[in-house]
């Protein structure tokens, strides 16, 4: 008797189980999306509404032992902060990298989206031509995110 009874009770408890799980109802749906790699993107510009675009400095006669400057606005275009850093690469002649100096007074700090930071170029003449009478090179700046 004892027996049957626990027979009819788990039999009752299966019952509820199954008739639980066919009230439950489920509602699914489909997920997508992008995965966007954030985007350092700057701009250099010669005014500071950011409307004129730098491509190219022309120092013009620059006299031995002196320091000329160049004022630009650099402007974050891109979606996350940035950090920049400044290179310089393909010099012409090829010994002027020795003794022509580009500097700026950009000082490390974090440009967040939309920033406009006033920098100035510097670039230093050596005191002796060392042979050189003209000079190309490209100034390189690095978006670093």
């Not at 440009?111 to 100034?139: M, N, R, Y």
Request: with cysteine; hydrophobic share 40%; charged share 15%.
């Amino acid at each position: 008797m004892k027996l049957r009874r626990i027979i009819i009770l788990v039999s009752a408890v299966a019952v509820l189980v199954v008739a639980a799980a066919w009230a439950v109802s489920y509602i699914t749906f489909l997920n997508t999306g992008n995965l966007l790699k954030p985007e350092g993107d700057i701009g250099v510009y010669s005014d500071s509404s950011c409307t004129n675009e730098v491509t190219s400095i022309n120092w013009g006669d620059v006299s031995l032992g002196t320091t000329k400057n160049y004022t630009t606005y650099i402007k974050n275009k891109g979606t996350v902060n940035v950090v920049i850093s400044l290179n310089t690469t393909n010099w012409n002649p090829s010994n002027a990298k020795d003794y022509i100096q580009l500097s700026w007074d950009y000082d490390g700090r974090v440009l967040h989206p939309g920033d406009v930071l006033e920098v100035k170029f510097f670039l230093q003449a050596p005191s002796e031509s060392h042979g050189i009478t003209s000079f190309t090179f490209t100034a390189v700046i690095a978006v670093n995110v």
